[in-house]
């Protein structure tokens, strides 16, 4: 079992930069990848970037690349989004996920745990 929450959400003016954070407990951290997730009202869950279990690759779904960066720090059992120019259609809740399989980065259904997400409101 993987246990996540996120924190860190909350309101920026467009241009801006918010960080979210996810911290893990359970099952060791180390043991897998991370991904983060974002749904919008009334929209699908859509990927926004995902890390392996060691943090040497990183994947970003192509409207994130350049203004998003994630990462993880294995010995706090945390990963990281942090987000740049941020835009008001970035506006969603952010998840954070557990994947333990492997799989496409891309795909909700290939992760394993998720976290209760962090609201992200972006102001024009």
């Known amino acids: 079992q993987v246990q996540l929450v996120e924190s860190g959400g909350g309101l920026v003016q467009a241009g801006g930069s918010l960080s979210v954070s996810c911290a893990a407990s359970?099952?060791?951290?180390?043991?897998?990848?991370m991904g983060w997730f974002r749904q919008a009202p009334g929209k699908e869950r859509e990927f926004v970037a995902a890390?392996?279990?060691?943090?040497?690759?990183?994947y970003y779904a192509e409207s994130m690349k350049g203004r998003f960066a994630i990462s993880r720090d294995n010995a706090k059992n945390t990963v990281f989004l942090q987000m740049n120019g941020l835009k008001p259609e970035d506006t969603a809740v952010y998840y954070c996920?557990?994947?333990?399989?492997?799989?496409?980065?891309?795909?909700?259904?290939?992760?394993?745990?998720w976290g209760q997400g962090t609201q992200v409101t972006v102001s024009s």
């Open positions: 996920a557990a994947k333990l399989r492997p799989g496409s980065w891309e795909n909700v259904q290939g992760y394993d745990y």
């Open positions: 359970g099952r060791t951290f180390g043991d897998y990848a």
């Open positions: 890390i392996t279990w060691r943090g040497t690759d990183t």
